[in-house]
């Protein structure tokens, strides 16, 4: 069974970047679309984002289009989220998930 890290988070003023990535340990990173999500206290974990297998169709969220993108290195069994232009309202934990597998997330929290 194919188990996800998820590393990267901290803290960021608003208008900064962060990298996140999750790495797949116990296996391959799967044949799968691979997906960012994210939770804020109190709220509905929400879709950011997410990648298919071969790498050749990314797809964003639309609170998020134009300033986060995801990439994967299948060689590396990684899958980041690039994340620019970061506002409070990204303020979050972040979760990699392909399927019914999901990480443990990491913070992102973004600073006034």
């Known amino acids: 069974q194919v188990q996800l890290v998820e590393s990267g988070g901290g803290l960021v003023q608003t208008g900064g970047s962060l990298r996140l990535s999750c790495a797949a340990s116990?296996?391959?990173?799967?044949?799968?679309?691979m997906d960012w999500f994210r939770q804020a206290p109190g709220k509905e974990r929400e879709f950011v984002g997410g990648i298919t297998w071969r790498g050749n169709t990314i797809y964003t969220s639309n609170d998020v289009k134009g300033r986060f993108t995801v990439s994967r290195d299948n060689a590396k069994n990684t899958v980041d989220l690039q994340m620019d232009s970061l506002e409070p309202e990204d303020t979050c934990v972040y979760y990699c998930?392909?399927?019914?597998?999901w990480g443990p997330g990491t913070q992102v929290t973004v600073a006034s």
């Open positions: 998930n392909y399927e019914a597998t």
């Open positions: 116990g296996g391959a990173l799967p044949n799968r679309d």
